[in-house]
């Protein structure tokens, strides 16, 4: 790997229907299976999830893929952060 560090961006996401360990475990796992995701930070209390992504995924992207798993996700206010 060389030095250089890969460039990212964080995207906030607000989900809901998550009601325990299960379920944040769940909705990061499916938000790491998204390609370019890097990392992902789930709060269960607060009902939101944190992204570190490469620039080019798309966040409708991360928010289909919550879908997919079950919940109901929508972009944050003022959505990605730069």
Same mark, same amino acid.
């Given at each position: 790997?060389? &030095?250089?560090?890969?460039?990212?961006?964080? *995207?906030? $996401?607000?989900?809901? &229907?998550? &009601?325990? %360990?299960?379920? +944040?475990? %769940? +909705?990061?796992?499916? $938000?790491? !299976?998204?390609?370019?995701? +890097?990392? #992902?930070?789930i709060? $269960?209390? &607060?009902?939101? #999830?944190?992204?570190? /992504?490469?620039?080019?995924?798309? =966040?409708?992207? $991360? +928010? %289909?893929? *919550? !879908? /997919? /798993?079950?919940y109901? %996700?929508?972009?944050?206010?003022?959505g =990605?952060?730069?």
């Amino acid at each position: 790997m060389s &030095g250089e560090q890969q460039a990212t961006r964080t *995207i906030r $996401l607000e989900v809901e &229907g998550m &009601g325990c %360990a299960g379920c +944040v475990t %769940a +909705v990061r796992q499916a $938000l790491e !299976d998204v390609p370019g995701v +890097v990392r #992902a930070l789930i709060e $269960l209390e &607060g009902g939101w #999830a944190e992204v570190e /992504a490469s620039p080019t995924v798309d =966040p409708a992207r $991360l +928010v %289909a893929a *919550i !879908d /997919a /798993a079950g919940y109901e %996700a929508r972009l944050a206010r003022g959505g =990605p952060v730069p």
